[in-house]
């Protein structure tokens, strides 16, 4: 079975510091990875998400992540957040080979103030 | 750029009634899924749909679920008998790729009440 564990239920950061969000994963294999962002009342909004190669997978407004196979971690970061950063994020994890499902975490709520 | 659509946005219905939840997926996308969300809080995996049939489901979607593409263009989910722990946001996703890397794209979701 695959799961997530995002340990932080809200991350608070203020505008121009650098953020991180934590991921870890559990999946037979190797992993598709993947960062989705959720703002009120909306959908979830695909962030970025590795499938092999660098470490370091850039994505969508500044946001990047990476991949340690070692810690099974892949980590959200942002060089300087900014107030409209604030949001829940989730993270999910496919195991390869499976042609369906993401497991997702239980999200962390970044506020950036 | 393409998106996923959903209807109703909100829906309040009585225990025990019939639901059924429409979705538009991304129009080359091949992958269909259902995932539900309560209060804000996990998402939760409901089923995945290919070709014509469904490939996954979790312990959640019992048989008072159903899901159907009827068309060439829509994805339903059914919720046959609802009962009060239904009421949850449902999101519609698609993906171009299953098998692979394919990131799935979600609708804004429906709201579902039960009262």
């Known amino acids: 079975a695959q799961s997530v564990a995002q340990p932080e239920d809200q991350v608070n950061v203020a505008e121009g510091n650098p953020l991180t969000v934590k991921c870890t994963y559990s999946?037979?294999?190797?992993?598709?990875l993947f960062w989705y962002v959720q703002y009120p009342n909306r959908g979830l909004q695909f962030l970025l998400k590795?499938?092999?190669?660098?470490?370091l997978v850039k994505g969508s407004y500044g946001f990047e992540a990476e991949f340690n196979k070692s810690q099974t971690s892949f980590h959200l970061k942002k060089p300087s957040a900014l107030v409209s950063d604030s949001a829940l994020y989730f993270c999910?994890?496919?195991?390869?080979?499976?042609?369906?499902?993401?497991?997702f975490g239980t999200g962390t709520r970044l506020q950036v103030t | 750029e393409p998106e996923v659509t959903q209807t109703p946005s909100h829906q309040v219905t009585q225990m025990g009634q019939e639901v059924i939840l429409r979705c538009v997926p991304i129009?080359?996308?091949?992958?269909f899924y259902w995932y539900r969300q309560i209060l804000g809080q996990k998402v939760e995996f409901l089923v995945s749909?290919?070709?014509?049939?469904?490939?996954?489901k979790s312990e959640i979607f019992d048989d008072q679920f159903s899901v159907e593409r009827p068309d060439g263009s829509n994805f339903t989910l059914k919720i046959r008998s609802t009962k009060l722990e239904d009421s949850a946001m449902y999101f519609c996703?698609?993906?171009?790729?299953?098998?692979?890397?394919?990131?799935?794209?979600f609708g804004e979701g429906s709201r579902l009440t039960v009262l």
């Open positions: 996703a698609s993906s171009e790729r299953g098998r692979v890397s394919g990131e799935l794209f």
């Open positions: 999946v037979s294999g190797n992993p598709y």
């Open positions: 590795y499938i092999t190669g660098d470490n």
């Open positions: 999910a994890v496919r195991a390869t080979g499976t042609a369906s499902k993401l497991t």
């Open positions: 129009s080359n996308h091949l992958y």
């Open positions: 749909f290919y070709n014509n049939e469904i490939s996954e």
